[in-house]
């Protein structure tokens, strides 16, 4: 029993201040990781806009300068021109608006929910 009155452990104030460093560095690495994920997010919905963009010019190409609806797009597009329609990361779905059509200069237009402003062309990359 004597043994065990001999041996020192930590402090008080030296748990304290382990406690105090690990919390600073998760206070750092908590909003890094954030913004690393909000730019993996922004960067996998470019490239799924892009795709989407493709598909749209391809099918316009195809059918003789005719774009799809913006009610039919995803039905349109998806069997033929692209395997599956992707997903926004952030929202799970992209916006369509007005535009295509037969005989339309304008393509419908599909935006991140995540990005108020849209590109009349088409094209809207955040």
């Keep these: 029993m004597n043994m065990f009155r001999n041996e020192r452990g930590f402090t008080l104030i030296e748990l304290m201040v382990v406690i105090l460093i690990i919390g600073i560095l998760v206070a750092i690495a908590v909003p890094v990781f954030n913004a690393a994920r909000e730019s993996a997010y922004k960067s996998t919905c470019q490239a799924n806009l892009r795709t989407i963009d493709g598909a749209v010019e391809t099918y ?14 995803q039905a349109t597009l998806e069997p033929a021109y692209m395997k599956k329609w992707p997903e926004c990361p952030s929202a799970g779905a992209y916006l369509i608006g007005a535009g295509g059509g037969a005989g339309a200069t304008v393509a419908p237009v599909v935006s991140c929910p995540g990005n108020a402003g849209a590109n009349p062309n088409g094209h809207s990359y955040p």
Excluded: F, V
Excluded at 61 to 72: E, L, R, V
């Design 60 to 73: 316009k190409a195809s059918t003789g300068n005719d774009y799809p609806t913006a009610a039919t797009i």
